[in-house]
T-cell receptor, first 112, second 113 residues
């Protein structure tokens, strides 16, 4: 199994809603990443987890809250988002820090 | 991690080799060259990586110049399904403190029928 699975594939939420994005991998990878990608732009790193601990936070606003409950699962909790937060959110995992990362297909988020 | 420079776009005829260049003149001795591609609205896909020797796998070949300041990704027989944005990234490999996998602007490759 070489897949990173992200759910849901699409999400529409209001600015007062609370929602969560989920990412799962069963490759035994110990590094997991969240990226945000706006249209026609490259992915931008948001968070890095290593061995279930937050390793990097790229100054992401607190309305985005990551969580790594176990080595296979990575969540991104969303609260009070703005329309400009609409984007493709990508999850990736890697066998260890700084080795090749494998990406999920992303969650297309629309904030209305 | 070192900065990379890629042409914004390239065209290639179907069945021909696609040669995608990347400049990384400030690369450090312990930094690898990675290539990823992203087909429209999908997640990026790992293609290949290398340090200083040329590398080949089932998807592509990677040619790194002797001074390591530039590299070329070669898709030997491009198909329409190879149309994507191709990203060249240089970064340290292995354990140690976390390093971002930072994407530059990439090259939009369009394979023409």
């Amino acid at each position: 199994d070489t897949e990173v699975t992200q759910t849901p594939k699409h999400l529409v939420m209001g600015m007062t809603n609370k929602k969560s994005l989920k990412c799962e991998q069963h490759m035994g990878h110990r590094a997991m990443y969240w990226y945000k990608q706006k249209a026609k732009k490259p992915p931008e790193l948001m968070f890095v987890y290593s061995y279930e601990k937050l390793s990097i936070n790229e100054s992401v606003p607190s309305r985005f809250s990551p969580e790594c409950p176990n080595s296979s699962l990575l969540n991104l909790h969303l609260h009070a988002l703005q329309p400009e937060d609409s984007a493709l959110y990508l999850c990736a995992s890697a066998g260890s820090l700084n080795t090749e990362a494998f990406f999920g297909q992303g969650t297309r988020l629309t904030v209305v | 991690d070192a900065k990379t420079t890629q042409p914004p776009s390239m065209d290639c005829a179907e069945g021909r080799a696609a040669n995608l260049p990347c400049n990384h003149s400030t690369i450090s001795g312990n930094e690898y060259v990675y290539w990823y591609r992203q087909i429209h609205s999908q997640g990026p896909q790992y293609i290949i990586h290398g340090l200083k020797n040329n590398e080949t796998n089932e998807m592509a070949s990677l040619i790194i110049t002797e001074d390591r300041k530039s590299s070329t990704l070669i898709l030997p027989h491009a198909t329409l399904r190879d149309t994507a944005v191709y990203y060249c990234i240089v970064r340290v490999r292995g354990s140690g403190s976390a390093r971002q996998l930072t994407f530059g602007s990439g090259t939009q490759l369009t394979v023409l029928p």
